[in-house]
């Protein structure tokens, strides 16, 4: 406990099983996971995700991915490599459905609302009501990071790293081009919606929707149409 990796592993830990706990059975194991992750939090919080085996198998598990995935990638440096490793085990995990929503997030540059993801997520292969469950286990697994805005509302983002490993994976399934045109097509609803309300009572709250749109949005729509 006297090492900041051993301790965000172990508070991490805790958000998946509260009675766990540092023991003589499982420390050096622990450690082991510590060091070969080289003290990097994003790679600490995606192993200690997994409590739900024993940190043995964590341990094992993460040694033999981090190993395999060294072999033909000597050009990137050790710690991409071991937070490459590190998304790479935990992609390996995922549903299905999980792993088609996670590439669908990386298209929100900025962040998105559950009402976002909904109108974005939810096709082919992904029903809505399926969402909001798929995301928590998303967030469950540390995949996906969530924060309460200024006014009060819960939003989710991926940090962008996570972003740019989910973005390789949506282009990979060769989906990317349609989830796009979908992510556009729920904003454009929206921002048809907020310049009505513009003119209306709620000036305000619509004036700052608006602004989000923009932020969100615009990197993304870049070529998005033709």
């Known amino acids: 406990m006297g090492y900041e990796a051993a301790r965000l592993f172990l508070d991490r830990a805790r958000l998946r099983l509260p009675n766990f706990d540092l023991t003589r059975e499982n420390a050096v194991a622990v450690a082991r996971v510590c060091r070969r992750l ?25 040694d033999e991915s981090l190993r395999l995935l060294t072999v033909g990638t000597r050009t990137a440096s ?13 992609y390996d995990l995922l549903s299905e459905p999980e792993r088609l929503l996670f590439g669908r997030l990386s298209v929100f540059a900025g962040g998105w609302t559950l009402e976002a993801i909904e109108g ?14 798929l995301l928590l286990r998303l967030v469950d697994k540390s995949l996906v990071a969530t ?4 006014e009060g509302e819960l939003r989710y983002g991926l940090l962008e790293p996570v972003r740019q490993y989910a973005r390789e994976k949506l282009e990979d399934s060769g989906g990317a081009e349609a989830v796009h045109r979908l992510h556009a097509r729920s904003f454009l609803d929206l921002a048809v919606e907020a310049d009505s309300e513009l003119k209306g009572p709620r000036q305000v ?13 615009a990197p993304q729509w870049h070529g998005s149409w033709r």
């Open 38 to 62: 080289e003290g990097l939090p994003l790679a600490i919080e995606l192993a200690a995700a997994r409590v739900g085996v024993s940190v043995e198998q964590i341990a094992a598990r993460l």
């Open 120 to 133: 974005a997520g939810a096709e082919d292969g992904i029903g809505k009501q399926e969402v909001f469950d």
């Open 147 to 150: 924060q309460t805005s200024g």
């Open 78 to 90: 050790p710690r991409q490599q071991t937070l490459r490793g590190a998304l790479d085990w935990s």
């Open 205 to 217: 709250k619509w004036l700052a929707v608006s602004k989000k749109i923009t932020t969100i949005c």
